[in-house]
């Protein structure tokens, strides 16, 4: 199967999906909540369909930017704030997170769920930090290790799908390496992965007979099989960070 036809497969699951990573709205407002500034510029990098940077506009007073590079995505960030009357606080852009065009300091807040990881969260915490401002925040959340010796099945997955994939205590110490603060830290509940998942379970269920030989598929039924027999060994993590100048 060609890389294109891959990605096509890939998509056909999640093209018409809200949620592109785990999460819920009560973890994105608490997460939101545990932060001691009132942010007045957030950057959201990854915005995806724009689930967050709807709950980022309902619980601040700020102008957001919201960034993606997937055209389904900007566009479904665009209608929903569209539908929802916020388009006079966001404005939404084609950006990639490794050539992100704003001047340093722009920022109280930089915002990123569930895709540093793209980048690699080392690089990303150290490309981004000039963006913000004094005592300004870095919320993000990665996927980590919750155990020290996970199962060899889920360890040799991980190692094939998420290579620099860490702990949380490895995570907290690459940020302090990284000239951050790690003022919060918390675990996803098993309902944010619920979330994420039952669609997608949905999804390759009624894509079965139309696609039976397609190795996207076949990869993301194996993400659930792993999900099923080993979440508690990984799980998902927010970290808030403030930058210290």
Known sequence: MSPEQYMKDFMRVFEDLERWAPGSEKEFVKALSLL?????????????TGL?????????????V??????????????????????????????????LKFEQESFDLIWCEASAYVMGVEQALRSWSPLLKKNGFLVYSDLVYLVDSPSQECLDFWSREYPT?????????RAQNQSFEVTQHFSF???????????IKSKLAEL????????????????????EKF????????F??????
């Open 66 to 99: 919201a960034t993606d590079t997937e055209s389904t995505a900007i566009q479904a960030t665009e209608n929903r704030c569209e539908e929802l009357g916020l388009v006079d606080r966001v404005t939404v852009l084609n950006q990639s997170m490794d050539d």
């Open 189 to 199: 509940e098993r309902s944010s992965w619920a979330n994420y998942y039952d669609p």
């Open 208 to 227: 079965k007979s139309e696609l039976p030989d397609s190795a996207a598929l076949a990869d993301l039924n194996r993400e659930v099989e792993i999900y």
């Open 165 to 173: 994939m860490s702990t949380v205590e490895a995570s907290l110490e």
């Open 36 to 48: 001691p500034i009132e942010p007045e510029n957030i950057l959201e990098i990854g915005c995806g």
């Open 231 to 238: 979440l508690g060994e990984f799980g998902y993590e927010f």
């Open 52 to 64: 967050g940077t709807a709950l980022l506009a309902q619980n601040t007073k700020a102008h957001i």
């Open 240 to 245: 808030l960070l403030r930058v210290i100048s």
